[in-house]
């Protein structure tokens, strides 16, 4: 701190001698007297030094370029001035660190200073200070100025030095202009220099997250998924390496909301509020949690509302209303409408008592099948029918199991937990394929596919995508053959 107060006093004196540099004094105008207290204070030095200049107390300063002497600072008649130059030190200080900083530091700030107002993705970044997210953006929500500033200085630090920060930096600046794709062969730069960094991991993840959100709604071929199973892998390593991190905390829980995760996304959401409960941060945490326990009791009533929709079309003989809310249910696993009707059959069939109720649900599976193939020659969930409406009641218990077994490995595919999800979409197919239900092992095989590919098996994912290709285009099951179709085309 001596070195400092006499850098300070160093700093005072010359400015109000004249003795700085032309581009050094216009320096410390514009960083520190850009306020009314502190241009008071200023004009208080100043006063004191004609006073002393009037009363013939030069300093030997101004005099001859002799070494500096700051200890008559102290005595007594100097008390007036060094109580002066104290009230200037904090602002001073201030000013040095400014100057010393790099240019990575100077960029982030400039960036925070960009941002400030409204932050253009969902996802925390690390270093970056608290703005409200808004899906929609305009021109007054960033400081273009400092934008571009920031940029300056970001790419000459990552030109001049290459380091991990720098590259980290940059790649901040990627993501928050939401070039996903340039940050994210950033922050993979930076690792390569600090590999157990859990901030650098946290902003790969938070990158990933941001564009598999992107993708899934610029194209159905699964590339969003495998993209997000990606953002869960960097989180997790954040998490591993420092479990407090509130922006891999943060992210963590969008990412379990956007993969459909939703028990587990609810979790998040609580434990990061638990660990930040003041901060405006977790006001979005809060709202986030009333948002999921609503929406789960919204889920749950358009579920019944779709099931009640289809059975009252098929009572009333309204096979054009079956077909809008069969055409309606199509999800990346199936179709919402089949794979009720398949699980509720299931249940009764398997359960003593029920067999009436049973007939029922797979006379409407079968119906709502016929009306697919007719519609357009799809015949996959026709086949499906035709499989349980044969089947013996072991194979019925195969048949319930097998799937519960798939729905299982696509939680640990949406984790990627690769080789525990090939595991159990195998033994499904197995099942499957033993009671002679082609339509659901091949799309047991559709997904054991993505599973290699995202695993970084591409090619194996690709043979196997081959061959579904071909049994569907032989099977007639449509649905199926182009999901394949633009998996291939990705792949």
């Known amino acids: 701190m001596e070195q400092l107060s006499v850098i300070e006093n160093e700093l005072i004196e010359d400015y109000a001698r004249n003795a700085l540099s032309a581009s050094d004094r216009t320096q410390f105008e514009r960083l520190f007297i850009n306020n009314p207290r502190r241009r008071r204070t200023l004009m208080l030095v100043h006063g004191l030094r004609k006073y002393t200049l009037d ?124 070039d996903f794709d340039k940050a994210t062969v950033e922050f993979e730069d930076a690792l390569k220099l600090t590999p157990n960094d859990a901030r650098l991991h946290s902003d790969l993840g938070a990158a990933l997250l941001e564009k598999g959100k992107v993708e899934r709604v610029s194209d159905q071929s699964g590339r969003g998924e495998t993209t997000l199973a ?127 109720e049973a007939a029922e649900w797979l006379n409407s599976l079968t119906e709502m099948g016929q009306l697919a193939s007719d519609r357009t020659s799809d015949r996959f969930t026709v086949d499906i029918a035709q499989v349980y409406r044969s089947a013996t009641p072991a194979q019925l218990k195969s048949l319930a199991q097998a799937r519960s077994d798939s729905v299982a490995a696509s939680q640990f595919f949406n984790q990627s937990k690769n080789d525990q999800a090939i595991a159990l979409y195998s033994h499904a197919r ?29 090619q194996n994912g690709l043979t196997i995508l081959e061959e579904v290709e071909r049994e569907c285009e032989t099977r007639g099951y449509k649905w199926l053959q182009s999901l394949t179709q633009i998996g291939l085309a990705n792949g």
């Open 230 to 356: 990606s953002s869960l892998e960097q989180l997790n390593r954040a998490l591993v390496l420092d479990d407090s991190l509130l922006d891999a905390r943060f992210n963590h829980a969008l990412l379990y909301e956007e993969m459909g995760l939703t028990p587990q996304a609810l979790e998040d959401w609580q434990k990061y509020v638990a660990l930040d409960p003041n901060s405006k941060w977790a006001d979005e945490a809060r709202a986030k949690i009333a948002e999921i326990k609503k929406r789960g009791e919204k889920q749950s009533q358009r579920n019944e509302d779709l099931i009640r929709q289809f059975l009252d079309a098929r009572k009333t003989g309204d096979r054009e209303k079956m077909w809008q809310v069969f055409s309606n249910a199509h999800l990346r696993y199936g179709n919402a409408i089949t794979n009720k009707l398949l699980d509720t059959y299931t249940t009764a069939a398997t359960t003593p008592g029920r067999s009436e």
């Open 430 to 458: 197995s099942d499957f394929a033993a009671a002679g239900n082609h339509p659901e092992a091949l799309l047991a095989s559709f997904w054991i596919a993505y599973c290699f590919v995202q695993r970084g098996d591409t």
């Open 55 to 178: 009363s013939g107390h030069v300093s030997t300063a101004d005099r001859a370029p002799a070494p500096r002497r700051y200890f008559p600072l102290l005595s007594p008649k100097w008390g007036v001035a060094a109580a002066a130059v104290l009230v200037l030190l904090g602002g001073v200080f201030v000013w040095r660190v400014y100057f010393s900083r790099n240019d990575v530091d100077k960029g982030l700030l400039a960036l925070n200073e960009a941002y400030k107002t409204k932050r253009p993705v969902e996802a925390r970044v690390t270093g970056l200070n608290y703005a409200q997210f808004s899906q929609t953006r305009g021109p007054n929500d960033v400081n273009s100025r400092e934008l571009d500033r920031s940029a300056a200085l970001l790419h000459n630090a990552v030109a001049e030095k290459q380091s991990a920060d720098a590259h980290h930096a940059l790649g901040r600046l990627y993501l928050l202009k939401r």
